[in-house]
């Protein structure tokens, strides 16, 4: 049962447009969503987050946005560079879990020169 | 200041044999969290602990898995026997608490032949 999900595996964009990362949820105990980044050989690094009491929050480049009633969120990146290529991953937790995070499983983006 | 060290970084063992990963948290941070990345499963958490004890270990995948967190500074993972299907990244993060952003470790790539 996976409660976090992330549809598509991979996203491929052109340098300089946006790139839309999306996370569906299912469980509504969720009260807090954030966004992680991994490049390959090493750990995930966190990047933006938003708790539920909120609908947006923007840093720099990165927005993400939340979608109670649809438990969606999504992850925008404009505009896109190259070093931005990376795994991306959702996750979210509960105000009773002590930090526990569920995530999902990833998406790759790969942003084109 | 360090961030969350991992040891060893890259483990090839045969099936049948012990295996212990080792992790060392950021200092002050009261949470500590044990995951493991296939690409099956993506990232899903094994065990976490908060002030040293074990919170929820539900996500062991089974009895071959253990983890004991006997100081603030000091966590172990051990996989007794060790099989194939074990071979993964394992990744350490520590938080803390209600503090949900999670800082990751580089992670013990593991390989059981």
């Known amino acids: 049962d996976q409660q976090v999900k992330q549809n598509s595996p991979s996203l491929s964009v052109q340098e300089g447009r946006i790139s839309i990362l999306n996370c569906d949820y299912t469980?509504?105990?969720?009260?807090?969503f954030l966004w992680y980044k991994k490049y390959p050989a090493e750990g995930p690094t966190f990047l933006i987050s938003?708790?539920?009491?909120?609908d947006k929050n923007e840093d720099g480049r990165f927005t993400v946005f939340l979608n109670k009633s649809a438990k969606h969120l999504s992850l925008h990146i404009v505009p896109s560079q190259p070093g931005d290529s990376a795994v991306y991953f959702c996750a979210a937790s509960s105000g009773t879990s002590y930090g526990k995070l569920t995530f999902g499983q990833g998406t790759i983006l790969t942003v084109h020169p | 200041d360090a961030g969350v060290i991992q040891s060893p970084r890259h483990e090839v063992t045969e099936m049948g044999q012990e295996v212990t990963l080792r992790c060392k948290p950021i200092s002050g941070h009261n949470s500590l969290f044990w995951y493991r990345q296939t690409m099956m499963r993506g990232l899903e958490l094994l065990i976490y602990?908060?002030?040293?004890?074990?919170?929820?270990d539900s996500g062991m995948p089974e009895d071959r898995f253990s983890a004991k967190m006997p100081n603030a500074s000091f966590s172990t993972l051990k996989i007794q026997p060790s099989e194939p299907r074990d071979s993964a990244v394992y990744f350490c993060?520590?938080?803390?608490?209600?503090?949900?952003?999670?800082?990751f470790g580089p992670g013990t790539r593991l390989l059981v032949l």
């Open positions: 602990f908060n002030n040293n004890v074990p919170i929820d």
């Open positions: 938003i708790s539920s009491i909120k």
């Open positions: 469980n509504s105990m969720f009260d807090y």
């Open positions: 993060a520590s938080g803390q608490g209600r503090e949900e952003t999670q800082y």
